[in-house]
């Protein structure tokens, strides 16, 4: 059978829908989820004499996204017409950049935990903008095609990765890291069901060791990494079976059916399109100057790989911890804060991301919005880890309260029964009574059944009502007993 292995190349062509208020060359508003065609002025549907205006925040998300993935800022793009005819495509033609677009260059750094490569960098060709069609809907029901066009004319970024992706699982980290950033950056809400994000994915196979990419297979906007996923494997297999058969992979674009996780053909090369593209004489370029970009620059501060890899090396977090909490900016940020006064940090982001988040998250609070202070947790911590309150009885009673009323956590304690009381002169006379009541228990342990520290233990504790603190109430009754 085979003998060849095959390497797999992928590069991705992601969209990112833009969270601005307005579209991209008019005032129509950019929502998702609006009743159909309603957002649609005459710009929006396209008639004659109509003149597109740049939306400017548009502008600036392309450079902040730029930015952050260290793209050169191109200091004079164009818009270009990309021509098509299609029944969601009121113009007959979409406004893209196809010649100069705003970012050229750049990477994003991924990570693949768990893995023996952990950090690659997937360069970027380029990041383009442009505007989305509308949306054709085909319902199983309906005999008709009907056309929603609230979505033509919304803004968008294309990023064009270089072939750099080698699996399916670099495809996932991508578009995660990629969702991660623009919601880190507020471009974009990311919502890849909405189709806030999605991407066309490239795939080529080669014999391993073979230095010229294979011919690709485009499959065309896969918005569920479940689906992308399932295509990679489809595709891959696909192709490898045709190159051990003799024979060629054509260069086509291919549409993924989720039913039966298959993908087949739209077009070949051959048909391709052909859109004519040439510079759109209604739109002047798009000029940027170094005082815009530091402007932007500013915007930014910490990037999440960044804050990923501060939580690792500065605080001793475990990767899947520190995943979690620099999973969007304002739980990062929130953490930090706190952290800065812990006495324990990984500690701290168990307590986060077992109770804290969750008791959030139900809520809908954001976690800016965290009741306690970091004074207030650093204190409920150090209750914990002097032995003043039990573990167990710390997170399931002393912490609700405190979330629910606020105060200060020895305080609180102290009214609700919880502290531990390890002063060695009260648990030295409740170890010194316990004993004389049990002579032959004693006896029996000093003779080798130390099993029975248990019960000595529980009788200390019944005498101190619960309160006794267990290290200094064992530490005793050894010293007791041992002599
Ligand atoms: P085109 O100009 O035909 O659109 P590009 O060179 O711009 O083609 O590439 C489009 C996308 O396809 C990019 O993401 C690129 O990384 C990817 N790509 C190019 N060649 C290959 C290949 N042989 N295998 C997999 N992906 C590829
Ligand atoms: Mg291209």
Redesign the pocket.
């Known amino acids: 059978m085979a003998s060849t292995s095959y390497e797999t190349?992928?590069?991705?062509?992601a969209h990112v829908q833009l969270a601005t208020q307005s579209k991209a060359f008019c005032a129509d508003r950019n929502v998702f989820g609006a009743e159909p065609n309603r957002n649609i002025s005459a710009i929006s549907l396209g008639y004659p004499g109509t003149l597109p205006m740049l939306n400017e925040v548009q502008v600036r998300f392309a450079v902040k996204l730029g930015l952050a993935l260290g793209c050169r800022i191109n200091p004079r793009s164009t818009f270009d017409r990309k021509n098509y005819f299609y029944a969601d495509l009121p113009k007959g033609y979409q406004i893209t950049q196809d010649e100069n677009p705003i970012c050229l260059g750049g990477g994003l750094p991924l990570r693949l935990l768990g893995t023996a490569e952990e950090k690659r960098t997937v360069r970027l060709?380029h990041i383009h903008m442009e505007e989305d069609a509308g949306k054709s809907i085909h319902a199983a029901d309906d005999p008709f095609t009907r056309v929603d066009l609230n979505r033509a004319g919304t803004p968008l970024l294309e990023i064009?990765?270089?072939?750099d992706l080698r699996s399916a699982e670099e495809v996932d980290a991508f578009m995660n890291g990629m969702r991660r950033l623009v919601r880190w950056l507020g471009v974009s809400d990311g919502n890849m069901q909405e189709g806030s994000l999605r991407c066309d994915v490239?795939?080529?196979v080669r014999p391993s060791g073979q230095e010229a990419?294979?011919?690709?297979c485009?499959i065309k906007n896969m918005n569920s990494m479940k689906f992308a996923r399932q295509a990679v494997a489809y595709e891959v297999e696909r192709q490898i079976g045709l190159l051990e058969n003799g024979e060629m992979v054509q260069q086509q674009t291919r549409q993924y059916h989720p039913e039966d996780g298959t993908t087949s053909a739209l077009r070949d090369k051959e048909d391709a399109h052909d859109y004519r593209y040439f510079p759109d004489p209604d739109l002047p370029p798009v000029v940027i100057s170094e005082q815009f970009i530091e402007e932007v620059r500013a915007e930014i501060d910490v990037l999440p790989w960044e804050a990923f890899e501060e939580l690792v090396s500065h605080y001793g977090l475990e990767p899947a911890d520190a995943d979690l909490l620099s999973e969007d900016r304002e739980t990062y940020l929130s953490f930090v804060r706190c952290a800065a006064h812990s006495p324990s940090v990984p500690d701290l982001a168990k307590l986060w991301l077992n109770r804290l988040g969750p008791w959030l998250a139900e809520r809908g609070i954001p976690p800016t919005q965290l009741p306690l202070t970091p004074e207030q947790l650093a204190a409920f911590q150090n209750l914990i880890l002097e032995g003043n309150v039990a573990a167990a009885a710390a997170t399931s009673k002393l912490l609700p309260s405190l979330l629910a009323a606020p105060e200060d956590p020895l305080q609180r304690a102290t009214d609700l029964g919880l502290l531990q009381n390890t002063d060695t002169d009260f648990l030295g006379r409740l170890v010194d009574e316990v004993l004389a009541e049990f002579p032959d228990k004693a006896a029996a342990y000093r003779k080798g059944k130390t099993g029975l520290i248990g019960f000595f233990m529980g009788e200390v504790m019944k005498r101190s009502q619960g309160s006794a603190g267990p290290q200094e109430t064992k530490a005793l009754l050894e010293a007791r007993l041992g002599a």
């Open positions: 190349v992928i590069g991705l062509e060709h064009v990765t270089e072939p490239n795939i080529s990419y294979g011919t690709r485009e």
